[in-house]
């Protein structure tokens, strides 16, 4: 049950794209199409964004989406506005347990 | 609207008990798996347990593993977690998730309840 592994931060300016990785394994990520992604800004609970690796809850904006290769999952924020700065994890099904990463941050410039 | 509101926390020595609930409404609960998750103070997000609609199917984190139970009771609309044999690393944000059907993700949160493990 490792931690999933996210770069600790990333950044961007208003309107630009941002990126933010999450690297498992076969066991979790590679294994099973279950990734799935939460906003949490501070203080407050966190927020899904993305599930199945690659699907918007209602609500979510269409700047949000998601992709999956392999044992890597990514969350990519188009067109980054000043409400998105925030953690962001992820998290797959692991066959008997769930698995988060350890969080990004997300810095608008 | 769905809502979920967790209770139980507060300040407990190492080695104590403690149980947690969180009041559903809002949705159909006997119809959904449930979970508990928690968050260190300035750390992430860590899974700690599930049970799944029907409460055959119960899943722990290696962490709580014999420490913890989960239960439900669909008659009240309610999720349990006892916690026993608590650590100082078990001080955390606990966090009652409701799962978005299907799909091995949490569309709902509670706002948590704080568990602290100090002498």
């Known amino acids: 049950q490792s931690a999933l592994t996210q770069p600790r931060s990333v950044s961007g300016s208003p309107g630009q794209s941002v990126t933010i990785s999450c690297t498992g394994t076969?066991?979790?990520?590679?294994?099973?199409?279950?990734v799935s992604w939460y906003q949490q800004h501070p203080g407050k609970a966190p927020k899904l964004m993305i599930y199945?690796?690659?699907k918007r809850p209602s609500g979510v904006p269409d700047r949000f989406s998601g992709s999956k290769s392999g044992n890597t999952a990514s969350l990519t924020v188009s067109g980054l506005q000043a409400e998105d700065e925030a953690d962001y994890y992820c998290?797959?099904?692991?066959?008997?347990?769930?698995?988060f990463g350890g969080g990004t941050k997300v810095t608008v410039l | 609207e769905v809502q979920l509101v967790e209770s139980g926390g507060g300040l407990v020595q190492p080695g104590g008990s403690l149980r947690l609930s969180c009041s559903a409404s809002?949705?159909?609960?006997?119809?959904?798996?449930m979970h508990w998750a928690r968050q260190a103070p300035g750390k992430g997000l860590e899974f700690v347990s599930s049970?799944?609609?029907?409460?055959?199917?119960?899943y722990y984190a290696d962490s709580v593993k014999g420490r913890f139970t989960i239960s439900r009771d669909d008659s009240k609309n309610t999720l349990y977690l006892q916690m026993s044999s608590l650590r100082s690393e078990d001080t955390a944000l606990y966090y009652c998730?409701?799962?978005?059907?299907?799909?091995?993700?949490?569309?709902?949160w509670g706002q948590g309840t704080l568990v602290t493990v100090s002498s």
């Open positions: 998730l409701k799962d978005l059907s299907g799909t091995y993700s949490f569309d709902y």
């Open positions: 809002g949705f159909t609960f006997s119809r959904h798996a």
């Open positions: 049970i799944n609609d029907i409460g055959d199917r119960i």
């Open positions: 076969s066991s979790d990520v590679g294994g099973y199409n279950y």
């Open positions: 199945e690796a690659t």
């Open positions: 998290s797959s099904f692991a066959g008997s347990c769930w698995v």
